[in-house]
């Protein structure tokens, strides 16, 4: 009996991605797009029924979960990943516009997973698979809203892993690099950018790779966290700039600092990643810390 995954924001990038792998893995899968032009994204694909969700519409998270469960007759994994990247300098952002990335990448994340709860838990099985990112891990600059997002996202998937354990149901998060998605095209830029921000923000941004994973890059740890049997593990860093920060961390925070500077681990780690952002990375940070992916990133800043 083939198992059933609904994966929201299906219409491009990662969520495309995951549905073509668990398709092509035999998986019956619900994928959603928001909009009703995007229903016949997946319709090469037999075994997918296409949805139509906002996720930020929380009241529509009850009804969607019991329509998701009546295509195939039960679901064993949710993976959050709609999203969307708000950009720019905190005093150049509107309250509106941080509600609504929190709106999107925390709350309907929160109220989807909340209104699937009862039937992973009456299962006593179940997997919730939430997209982080590395920005969730480590704050980039001009980036506070969208990363604290995701840390958001994946500090939740932590409490989550331990409060549903005894249920039987599993959380993880994934928290992918830098990847060619259609994302840095519909950036919801801050809307009133003082002009002394300009400079540091076309360096900072400058200094950013420009290229990136493929989104098949994390599909493929999607499929890894939904078939892997630990189900203690909650982290899964994708792309080989995501994977190269638990052994930065390791190694950095421990050989670099420990000695010498008396600094603990995570800081000295802190210190290193803060000097790579602004420009001057040591060599060993080089060494350690992977660039991302060879594909062209699409960018609009
Ligand atoms: N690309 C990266 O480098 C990267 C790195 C780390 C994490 N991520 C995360 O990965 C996830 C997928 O992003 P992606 O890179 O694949 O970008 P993408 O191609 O833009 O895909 C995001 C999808 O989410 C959908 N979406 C946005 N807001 C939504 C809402 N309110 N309700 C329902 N769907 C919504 C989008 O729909 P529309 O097509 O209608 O806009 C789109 O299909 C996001 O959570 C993102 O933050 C991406």
Redesign the pocket.
Known sequence: MPKTIVV??????????TINKFAAEGWNVVA????ES?LETHSDLPSVKTLL????DETAAAPFAQLAQKQFGRVDVLV??????QMGPLEGTSMDQVHRQY???VF?LLALTKAFLPSFRAQRAGIVIN?????GDQGYPYNSV?ASS?AAVAVLSESLSIELAEFGVVVRA???????????T?IDKGDSIPDAYRAGITQFFAGNSPT??E?SV?AEVIYRAAVDPDPTTVRYYS?PDAVSIPRGKRILGAESYWQDKRILGAEGYWQEFRNAVLGYPSDLWNTLISKPGTTP?ETEI
């Open positions: 929201t924001g299906t219409a491009t990038g990662i969520g495309r991605a959603t797009v928001r909009k995007d969700l906002d996720v930020d959050n990943n709609a999203g969307y990247y709106q999107t990448n309907g997209i982080a990112s590395i920005t969208y995701k994934i928290l992918p690099g830098l990847h060619a998605t259609r994302i840095f519909k990136g994973s989104p994390t792309g990133v």
